[in-house]
């Protein structure tokens, strides 16, 4: 399976090498574009598929959610495939928030889906928003997981691929990186 993935991730341009600043500010050779994924939703159905059936038994579960942008297309595709409402958490002054008159209901079991993982910090925000309202979350279900299982969450993690790639802390960059111009190309 690990290595369908991968191969799903470069045919489509989505596994990137370079010089990258991640949305956590981190620097990596590597980056994922997920977008680039999405661009092929043959491709996004697979990836869908796959996620899923890593996933504990979700008959509980009413909603999918994603935050924005980077969880769109993969958390709506989830949904569909399980037959559940989907929801996203977007942008408003640089913090996700629920708009368009999204809800989520005190006891609602819900599914939180993401594209990548580095440090955590928007599915930490999208917890925020479902602990808010009273929603529990069943599970966190991600494509990429860079995190290197370091970043802890209140409800299991299931990620599809796990990719380990260095990050550094931008005073830290090795030389190999300091010579290519960094770039932030968006997930």
């Known amino acids: ?101 999204f809800q989520i209901k005190s006891g609602e079991r819900v599914l939180l889906v993401e594209d990548v993982i580095t440090r955590g910090g928007r599915v930490h925000e999208t917890l925020d928003l479902i602990d808010s309202r009273g929603g529990v979350v069943e599970a966190i279900a991600v494509l990429v997981d860079r995190s290197e299982r370091k970043v802890k969450f209140p409800a299991p993690l299931v990620s599809l691929l796990e990719m380990n790639f260095p990050t550094y802390e931008a005073e830290k960059v090795p030389p190999e990186l300091r010579n290519i111009p960094a770039v932030k190309p968006g997930s």
């Open 1 to 101: 399976m690990q290595s369908e993935i991968l191969d799903i991730f470069k045919k489509t341009g989505a596994l990137l090498e370079g010089h990258f600043i991640l949305r956590s500010g981190l620097r990596s050779g590597h980056f994922f574009q997920c977008a680039r994924v999405c661009e092929h939703l043959d491709q996004v159905t697979r990836l869908a598929e796959l996620l899923i059936e890593k996933l504990p038994d979700m008959s509980e579960v009413k909603t999918v959610i994603a935050p924005a942008m980077g969880g769109l297309v993969i958390g709506q595709e989830v949904a569909r495939q399980l037959g559940k409402r989907f929801i996203f958490a977007e942008k408003i002054d640089d913090r996700l928030a629920l708009r368009r008159n």
